[in-house]
C-alpha cells in the first residue's frame, strides 16, 4: 500500500468514526507519526496532505528536520529527558508527553528565553503500567495546577498510551477515562489550563479513541507501515 492510499483510507475512518457520534470531522487533527521513518517517506505524506508529524527520539528528530525539505508542523510525542528540551525550543508545535514538573519546569525555562509559549499535554498513566510514562491520576491536579503556574506554558489538553490490548473495544474505557480527568479538570477552571485537546487512538483503536472524544490520533504503522 502506498503512504497516499494508506492516509487515504484512515482519514475515511476517521470521518465515519466522527459520523458515528456526531462530531465535526474539523475537530480531530491526524498526528503523522514517523519516528524510524526515513525523510522522504514524510515528504510523501506531505505531498498527499499531511502536514502534521509526532517524533518520539530527539536526535533522529533533529536530523530528519534538516532533511525534510517541505514545510511541515512538528509534535514531541515521546518521553523526554529535561536535557534534550533545549534542541526542540522553536521546533515543534506542541510536547505531549510532560508528566512531570522538573520536565516542565525545563520546558518553561528554554521556551521563556525566547518570550515564546509552550504549547504542552500531559501525559496520564491511566493503565497504571509500571514500565508506561505518564503522571498517575492521583498526582493529575496537583501536577496541573503547578505546571499551569508556569509563565511560560499553557497546557492545551492531555495526553494517553492506554495498554496495547488486541481488541479496540476492551481500550475504550480507558479513552472514557482520559475524557472524564480532562471534564474534571476543565470545571476547575485553572487559568493557563485549556483542556481542549485529548491525544489518544493509534493506529489500530484511533476510531475508538474519536468515538471517545479524541481531538489528536498519533497514528505511525498505519500510514507508513510496520517499524519491526
Ligand atoms: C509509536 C507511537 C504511536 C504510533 O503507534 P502506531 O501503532 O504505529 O500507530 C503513537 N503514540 C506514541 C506515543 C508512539 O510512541
Same mark, same amino acid.
Given at each position: 500500500?502506498?503512504?497516499?492510499?494508506?492516509?487515504?483510507?484512515?482519514? @475515511?475512518?476517521?470521518?465515519?468514526? $466522527?459520523?458515528?457520534v456526531?462530531?465535526?470531522?474539523?475537530?480531530?487533527?491526524?498526528?503523522?507519526?514517523?519516528?524510524?521513518?526515513?525523510?522522504? &517517506?514524510?515528504? /510523501? /505524506?506531505?505531498?498527499?496532505?499531511?502536514?502534521? *508529524?509526532?517524533? #518520539?527520539?530527539?536526535?533522529? *528528530? !533533529?536530523?530528519?528536520?534538516?532533511?525534510?525539505?517541505?514545510?511541515?508542523?512538528?509534535?514531541? %510525542?515521546?518521553?523526554?529527558?529535561?536535557?534534550?528540551?533545549?534542541?526542540?525550543?522553536?521546533?515543534? /508545535?506542541? +510536547?505531549?508527553?510532560?508528566?512531570?514538573?522538573?520536565?516542565?519546569? @525545563?520546558?518553561?525555562?528554554?521556551?521563556?528565553?525566547?518570550?515564546?509559549?509552550?504549547?504542552?499535554?500531559?501525559?496520564? #498513566?491511566?493503565?497504571?503500567? @509500571?514500565?508506561?510514562?505518564?503522571?498517575?491520576?492521583?498526582? =493529575?491536579?496537583?501536577?496541573?495546577?503547578?505546571?499551569?503556574?508556569?509563565?511560560? %506554558?499553557?497546557? $492545551?489538553?492531555? &495526553? /494517553?498510551?492506554?495498554?496495547?490490548?488486541?481488541?479496540?473495544?476492551?481500550?475504550?474505557? *480507558?479513552?472514557?477515562? =482520559?475524557?472524564? !480527568?480532562?471534564? &474534571?479538570?476543565?470545571?476547575? #477552571?485553572?487559568?493557563?489550563?485549556?483542556?481542549? @485537546?485529548?491525544?489518544?487512538?493509534?493506529?489500530?483503536?484511533?476510531?475508538v479513541?474519536i468515538e471517545e472524544?479524541?481531538? !489528536?490520533?498519533?497514528?505511525?504503522?498505519? +500510514? *507508513?507501515?510496520?517499524?519491526?
Open positions: 500500500m502506498s503512504i497516499q492510499t494508506n492516509l487515504q483510507t484512515i482519514r @475515511e475512518r476517521m470521518n465515519a468514526a $466522527c459520523r458515528r456526531n462530531r465535526n470531522p474539523e475537530d480531530v487533527q491526524l498526528v503523522a507519526v514517523s519516528k524510524t521513518k526515513p525523510a522522504d &517517506m514524510i515528504e /510523501a /505524506a506531505a505531498a498527499a496532505g499531511q502536514s502534521l *508529524f509526532g517524533e #518520539n527520539y530527539v536526535q533522529e *528528530f !533533529l536530523t530528519k528536520t534538516e532533511d525534510v525539505t517541505v514545510p511541515v508542523v512538528w509534535h514531541f %510525542i515521546g518521553s523526554l529527558q529535561s536535557n534534550k528540551v533545549k534542541y526542540l525550543c522553536g521546533k515543534v /508545535a506542541m +510536547i505531549h508527553s510532560v508528566d512531570r514538573l522538573s520536565l516542565a519546569k @525545563e520546558i518553561d525555562r528554554q521556551w521563556g528565553k525566547s518570550g515564546e509559549t509552550a504549547q504542552i499535554l500531559i501525559q496520564v #498513566n491511566l493503565g497504571q503500567e @509500571e514500565s508506561k510514562s505518564g503522571t498517575e491520576e492521583a498526582a =493529575l491536579e496537583d501536577l496541573v495546577r503547578k505546571v499551569a503556574a508556569l509563565p511560560h %506554558i499553557r497546557i $492545551c489538553g492531555l &495526553m /494517553a498510551l492506554p495498554p496495547y490490548l488486541d481488541d479496540p473495544e476492551q481500550v475504550r474505557p *480507558f479513552f472514557r477515562r =482520559l475524557r472524564q !480527568l480532562a471534564d &474534571m479538570l476543565a470545571a476547575l #477552571n485553572i487559568p493557563g489550563v485549556e483542556m481542549r @485537546e485529548l491525544s489518544m487512538g493509534m493506529s489500530h483503536d484511533f476510531d479513541a472524544g479524541a481531538t !489528536l490520533v498519533r497514528v505511525g504503522s498505519a +500510514i *507508513f507501515g510496520s517499524r519491526y
